[in-house]
């Protein structure tokens, strides 16, 4: 059997396309195929293997539920579990100090941060994916359920009349607020939007966790940036230890500003000397664990030490009877009882737990990431969905609030040696004693020492506007991206603000694929290689060919602007053209009937003037008399390159072959078909030959060839470096 193959769309008659391809084989019938080639049987299982392999395959899927399962029975007790203790003892003292720390910023009593910092290991240790990320409350995370926490129960709804105190020891003539009653709602409040965020095991059983990268990394770290200064703001009033009102949403920061310096004069010297003194100190220290950190086995756990000095200052000098200090005051002993959540408030937070999930769930992730890289092992980014989403809702049913994980606290609990979860199980149990046992010894501690622990804690957060010049250096479009969420967080707050910068994130890749990259390509001389004409001095083009390139996808938004940069490049509308040859050629016939243009006849060629005419030869063709040819025996074919023997003015066409280099667009939607189908018919009534290396785009535009067999000057095939 010979085959004959060629190039699509190439002369199927030229000799040099026409390749002989020999199969010589023995021709079958169904029985003498069977009879040559014996067929395998099939093995057939036992019940009792079939029984074993769905056992397998259940035993497959609960370890992929728990991942705990898998990775606990080849735990190396010899090698890790030292590591491990010491890990999780000096990640549980850190834990239980950032939890009492970021409740303030949740506005509920300290002891709940406690709560969010015990509950959330548990459910992670069995369901996460991790082995180094410590879960438990993140202060960005803590702010936006502050927010909601005090847009829904703010002080306002808690004033009884009569005498005595108000809030952070401000006179209130004839009014004062119920504590009891306030806290009590806003730790359900919090406690409730945190058992509203299922959404994310819903999200991880839908397998969306790839919806989170459109959080891009300019977009996390302008909003995280954002979300500190909102942090340091709402500590600022209580490091100073002044009265302000309760402000969320729009311009917060600011009103919060204004109350602060407003009451400026009523600054507690004792809580602004404690807390000025924390920062220093503990940023200091860090410093200093962070620069030697190859030479000192284990961090100096410096957030223990000045808490524990700090309490014991305070309780041996009375700073609250003697100096009116703000301190804890009651840490509870014990559990908080379970109790399920208000559902009455699940429309008025719904939108805000989406998006704190969201967060939550793309800094861990994130987090997990790196750590994940850094010691060669994988996570599953579905499975932390449903591991945070079960672990958010056994901590809210506890009065816990949102956990994702603090990344200075996930830096102790790697750098002291933490190698798996194991480590976070012992911090939990660091938590517990503190929750059971040594809590009332922390009851004396400045609530300013609190504040600044978490302040000194947002440099790592402050330090990412030093990204903000090398991306503007890298990709201008980022570095808005960056500018964009961050400033419109910190006006609009942090709902908004992520929203805001979600949907400009989104504008940038509309625009930035509206108005694709397209250039012109060149050769360089001596070498097979195209590059854009703009970016070198000694490149040539291939004369009468121009060589087009698109960096994006084409589709109904940019289809006209790319027709446009098409146009220019080859240098004329390919319709205009079509239609003044058109009307040119009207003219031609009208004077080829009255007589006024003569021809001399070669072969089936009629040359009248500049104006070739071509006989069809398949067609028998009338009586010539005096030049008078019948029109419709024949096709006029014009140069027209020379001067037209009619008053129109065509437009000059100076190339004979367009290359459309669509190797970097990856689709192109109905819309962009049509229109570039109509552009390459065009360009062919003009006799101009149209080539792409797009296989799947000659499928839709079956005028278009190939380019990969276009034979350049020199014999030089045409081809691309990217």
Same mark, same amino acid.
């Given at each position: 059997?010979?085959?004959?193959s ?7 008659h030229s000799?040099e ?8 084989r ?5 029985p ?6 014996e067929?395998? /049987?099939? =093995? ?7 029984? !074993?392999? +769905? ?5 497959k $899927? #609960?370890?992929g ?10 735990y ?8 491990d203790v010491?890990?999780g003892?000096?990640t ?13 910023l ?17 459910t992670y240790?069995?369901?996460g994916?991790?082995?180094?990320i410590?879960?438990g ?12 926490v005090?847009?829904l129960?703010?002080d306002d709804?808690?004033?009884?009349p ?9 006179e209130?003539?004839?009014i004062?607020?119920d504590?009891? /009653?306030? =806290? ?7 406690? !409730?939007? +945190?058992?509203?965020?299922?959404i994310? $095991? #819903? ?17 996390v770290?302008?909003?995280t ?21 309760n402000h969320?949403g ?33 940023m200091?220290?860090?410093e ?19 808490t ?8 041996a000098?009375?700073?609250?009877s003697?100096?009116?200090a ?8 014990g ?7 208000n559902?009455?408030l699940?429309?008025?937070i719904?939108g805000s737990?989406?998006s ?14 790196v750590?994940a ?16 989403g ?15 994980t ?37 009851e ?22 030093t ?14 991206i ?7 967080s910190?006006?609009l707050?942090?709902d ?5 910068g979600?949907?400009f ?21 001596g070498?097979?290689?195209y ?5 070198y001095k000694?490149i ?12 994006a996808?084409?589709?109904f ?54 104006i ?6 398949g ?8 030049g ?6 024949v ?5 027209w390159?020379l001067e ?6 065509v437009?000059?066409?100076?190339i004979?072959s ?9 689709f192109?939607d ?12 065009f ?16 499928v ?16 030089r095939?045409l081809t691309?470096c990217?």
């Amino acid at each position: 059997v010979c085959l004959l193959s060629r190039w699509s769309g190439m002369d199927a008659h030229s000799p040099e396309n026409l390749y002989p391809y020999t199969v010589s084989r023995p021709i079958y019938s169904n029985p003498t195929f069977e009879e040559d080639n014996e067929r395998q /049987a099939r =093995e057939e299982r036992t019940l009792r293997e079939r029984l !074993s392999r +769905t056992c397998g395959s259940a035993l497959k $899927v #609960v370890k992929g539920v728990f991942p705990v399962i898998d990775w606990l029975s080849r735990y190396p007790i010899r090698e890790w579990l030292p590591s491990d203790v010491i890990s999780g003892v000096s990640t549980g003292l850190v834990c239980s100090l950032q939890g009492l720390a970021y409740a303030l910023l949740v506005s509920v009593a300290p002891v709940y941060g406690l709560y969010s910092a015990f509950f959330p290991i548990l459910t992670y240790f069995l369901l996460g994916t991790s082995r180094h990320i410590s879960v438990g409350p993140f202060p960005v995370t803590c702010l936006m359920v502050g927010s909601v926490v005090l847009t829904l129960a703010p002080d306002d709804h808690f004033l009884l009349p009569g005498n005595g105190t108000g809030v952070n020891g401000t006179e209130a003539d004839g009014i004062v607020v119920d504590v009891e /009653a306030m =806290e009590a709602q806003r730790i359900m409040v919090a406690s !409730s939007m +945190t058992v509203f965020l299922p959404i994310q $095991v #819903v999200m991880g059983l839908l397998q969306v966790g790839f919806l989170v990268r459109y959080l891009s990394d300019p977009l996390v770290g302008g909003f995280t940036t954002a979300a500190a200064f909102h942090v340091l703001i709402s500590q600022l009033k209580i490091v100073l230890s002044v009265p302000t009102n309760n402000h969320s949403g729009c311009f917060s920061i600011l009103y919060t500003l204004i109350d602060v310096f407003t009451n400026i004069r009523q600054t507690n010297r004792a809580d602004l000397v404690a807390g000025l003194l924390t920062i220093v100190i503990v940023m200091a220290v860090k410093e200093v664990n962070s620069k030697f950190r190859h030479k000192i086995p284990v961090p100096i756990p410096i957030e223990v030490i000045v808490t524990v000095v700090a309490a014991g200052i305070s309780y041996a000098t009375e700073l609250e009877s003697r100096y009116g200090a703000s301190i804890v005051h009651s840490i509870p002993r014990g559990f908080a009882p379970a109790q399920p959540p208000n559902t009455e408030l699940l429309w008025n937070i719904l939108g805000s737990s989406f998006s704190t999930a969201v967060v939550g769930y793309a800094v861990a992730v994130s987090v997990a990431k790196v750590y994940a890289a850094k010691h060669d092992y994988t996570i599953d980014g579905n499975q932390e969905l449903i591991a945070f989403g079960f672990s958010n809702v056994f901590c809210g049913c506890f009065s816990g609030f949102v956990a994702s994980t603090a990344l200075s606290r996930t830096a102790v609990q790697e750098s002291t040696g933490g190698k798996s979860q194991v480590a976070g199980i012992i911090s939990a149990v660091m938590v517990m004693i503190v929750i059971l046992a040594l809590g009332n010894l922390l009851e004396p501690l400045q609530k300013s020492v609190l504040a600044a622990i978490v302040i000194a804690n947002l440099k790592g957060m402050f330090m990412q506007v030093t990204e903000v010049p090398t991306l503007w250096r890298q990709n201008r479009a980022d570095c808005f991206i960056w500018l964009a969420t961050c400033l419109a967080s910190v006006v609009l707050g942090l709902d908004v603000g992520l929203l805001a910068g979600l949907v400009f994130e989104m504008g940038t890749v509309v625009v930035r694929t509206q108005f694709p990259a397209c250039s012109t390509l060149g050769n360089i001389p001596g070498t097979n290689i195209y590059r854009n004409m703009k970016d070198y001095k000694n490149i040539t083009e291939v004369p009468g060919i121009k060589i087009f390139k698109c960096n994006a996808p084409i589709y109904f938004a940019n289809i006209d602007y790319f027709k446009e940069r098409l146009r220019v490049t080859v240098g004329f509308d390919s319709v205009r053209v079509f239609k003044k040859r058109n009307k040119a050629l009207k003219k031609i016939h009208k004077l080829i009937k009255k007589g006024k243009l003569r021809a001399t006849e070669v072969r089936y060629n009629l040359i009248i003037d500049n104006i070739r005419l071509e006989q069809d030869s398949g067609r028998e063709s009338g009586q010539v008399e005096d030049g008078d040819w019948p029109v419709p025996e024949v096709e006029v074919r014009v140069d027209w390159a020379l001067e037209l023997p009619v008053r129109v003015s065509v437009p000059k066409v100076q190339i004979h072959s367009l290359v459309l280099d669509f190797s970097a667009v990856s689709f192109l939607d109905v819309v962009a078909v049509k229109s570039l189908r109509l552009v390459v018919i065009f360009l062919g009534r003009l006799r101009l030959e149209c080539w792409t290396s797009n296989e799947r785009l000659q499928v839709q535009i079956p005028e278009l060839t190939r380019y990969k067999s276009v034979v350049l000057p020199l014999n030089r095939q045409l081809t691309h470096c990217s």
